[in-house]
């Protein structure tokens, strides 16, 4: 909820400040008579046409028409909204805008766990760069080729070993112990006694929102610990998919130069600051999100993916591209050597190579081209990439561009618009996209209008098994309740696809929305009953890593024979071509399996008076145990 400031106190932000001063840290000002002159920050141009007017307090470029006070200035340089241009002005005024701010109840909340976030920061900070303290942290860094300042410059900090340091320091810092696990600094052991330092023996990485306060941390081992990487935890002020790391520090090249580079890493992010690429954002480890689409699309129009060099970061890029596109920006994507991450190439190959390596970027309809005809290019699979083209088609809610892709779909994959139009209209009216003709015979059971696959309904390109039921006609029809289409359903088949879209997911969304769902499920074979309760491990111990990292770490340990040839069934599933949907996949599975589920109660005549929740309580289903 953003404060709305009175009129009053917008005007006193005006007067108080000085719009060349502002404007000076952008643009480099000649005076002229009355006014000031320089290159425009908004349009490139060789003779100055941007003027500041320090009377009426205005600025405006005759080149470009761009115009406006101070207000709007910071919202264009700095790509962020009206309040806090706003409260960015305020702050060197010490004009107090609590009373605005307070509005929101949580504000006092906030507040406090910034002030513990930021205590953090600094004890771990210092903690780095202590000669002893800090030093395996800081010599893994330098041998990689960071640099000291641009450690420095991110805040860059080391969470010593034991827990009762943090605690101390934190309480010479005046945050106690409530405090500090309220900001999830320290959590509760289960074994009761002392809290325990939640980041330990970890390279700390603050995130922090576009004002600049500390919201959350990521930590990464140095040694062979597990998990590899580990943030905090999501809460009320902090949330993981709605932030981006960096942002702080780039919006305003990313501004200037109307083109974000989105990584995976922290450290792929502070290796190309340090050789002066500062138009970068991370994703905090998880996957790239409609709302981080939104903040970016605030300064740039285009985004570049710069993500790994191996499968998992090809599918990330894809997905990521398809999540631009849909949000109005325009992505290219760039494909690193593989085996190679951002870091490993400008720290080892040089600034040069990297700016080559980005200057290759390519849009998302000709890199889906290219990766069918990496793959073989044969019918098959160059019909499994235009779908997933059309599917991203139809989700792109401006007019115009969704016609410009879809032109350039047709162009790159030799068809005609018109026809390629009428798929996208089926797509976006919820139709799964024809996949044989059994598949339409048996889709036109229901009544032309949307049947009952829930919320998927559009291309699910991997294409495997998520459509083999249609098999036996309607067993029951029992009036309006059982609407849906009853079907014998494949469980296992559906089991298969499920789990695999988890495993693939290495943001662990998918595998999140699974474990939310597992009370009303009931998992028909053993070895998949299995999987989901090592998810579940996942889940318990911080859910660091990915599922499938998590899952082939315990591979020898966590189940028989059967199991581990079910999961490497469920990996090399990896060789299909990228379905991006993950989540939509899974939930789309989850509410197969739940409706047969219930289905299966109701046959069994218990599904009548009990709740569903105690229903399923004292069920047999497997996987409530773990
Ligand atoms: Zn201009």
Partial sequence: MAPVFSPDIIARVKDETDIVEVVRQHVSLKPAGAVYKGLCPFHAEKTPSFIVT????????????????????????????????????????????????????????????????????????????EDDLGRKGR??????????????????????????????????AGVDRELAIGADLLRHSDRGGSPFAYFRNRIIFPIKSISRQVTGFGGRVVDQGEPKYLNSADSPFFSKGKLLYGFDASRMSIAREKTAILVEGYLDLLALAQVGITNVVATCGTAFTPDQARLIKRGARNVTLLFDGDKAGLKAAVRSADIALKAGIEPKIVRLPQGKDPADVVIGDGVEAMHQVLREGVGYVPFLKKLAEASGGDREVNERAL???????????????????????????????????????????????????????????????????GPQGSVKPAGNSSGPDGKAPTRRRTGPVVRRQLTQVNTASIETDLLSHILMDDSGEAARIFLAERDDLQLARP?????????????????????????????????????RGFVSQLISKEDHPVSTDFTRVVQDCLGRLQANFKRQKMAAGHYSVRSSAEDSKSDESPTTES
């Fill in 527 to 563: 070895e998949a009953a299995n999987l989901a309760a090592e998810l579940v491990v996942w889940q318990e111990q911080g859910a660091g890593s990915s599922p499938r990292d998590f899952v082939i770490d315990r591979w020898n340990t966590a189940g028989d024979g059967i199991y």
């Fill in 387 to 453: 779908r997933q083209a059309l599917g991203t088609v139809a989700g792109i809610e401006d007019p115009l561009r969704r016609e410009y892709v879809l032109q350039e779909a047709a162009e790159v994959f030799g068809l005609t618009t018109d026809l390629l139009r009428e798929e996208v209209r089926k797509e976006a009216a919820g139709r799964p996209a024809p996949r044989s003709a059994a598949g339409s015979a048996a889709r036109s059971v229901g009544n032309g209008k949307k049947n009952s696959t």
């Fill in 139 to 172: 010599s893994y860094l330098l041998d990689r080729g960071f640099t000291e300042k641009v450690m420095r410059e991110f805040d860059v900090g080391w969470a010593s070993g034991g827990s009762g340091w943090l605690e101390s320091g934190l309480a010479k």
């Fill in 54 to 129: 320090p009377a009426r307090q205005r600025y405006h470029c005759f080149g470009c028409a761009t115009g406006g006070d101070v207000i709007s200035f910071i919202m264009e340089t700095e790509g962020v909204t009206f309040p806090e241009a706003v409260e960015i002005l305020a702050r060197p005024l010490d004009i107090d805008l609590s009373a605005w701010l307070k509005d929101d109840e949580s504000e006092g909340e906030r507040r406090a766990y910034h002030r513990a976030n930021e205590a953090a920061t600094t004890l771990w900070r210092e903690a780095f760069w």
